[in-house]
């Protein structure tokens, strides 16, 4: 059996947001795309932010959802944001 870990076995980073207006508010789902990208919206400033996993910016991919609250990432690359206000899923693809 595994020894369980402690917290002090760990380091924890913040990788984004400053808690600051306009960062990432009430970040409620996080997901990782097929490039090992980090994605995650904030219902209460209605953004879903992506943040490069190579160089660490943060980059605005929508702001169209109201109150997003669900994410995904297809296999092909699209993502998928739930928008709790509209009771709608928006599908967001990135030009080529």
């Known amino acids: 059996m595994n020894k369980p870990q402690s917290a002090s076995d760990w380091t924890m980073n913040v990788v984004a947001g400053t808690g600051a207006a306009g960062g990432i508010r ?11 990208n980090i994605l995650v919206v904030g219902t209460e400033n209605n953004v879903t932010r ?5 160089i660490w910016i943060v980059t605005t991919v ?3 959802p109201v ?5 995904a990432v297809a296999p092909d690359g699209p993502i998928l944001v739930g928008d709790s206000e509209r ?6 693809v990135r030009p080529r």
């Open 50 to 54: 992506r943040i490069d996993a190579r």
């Open 26 to 36: 009430r970040a409620k789902e996080i997901a990782v795309d097929p490039a090992g």
């Open 62 to 64: 929508a702001c169209s």
């Open 87 to 92: 009771h709608q899923i928006r599908r967001f």
């Open 67 to 71: 109150r997003p609250h669900g994410l």
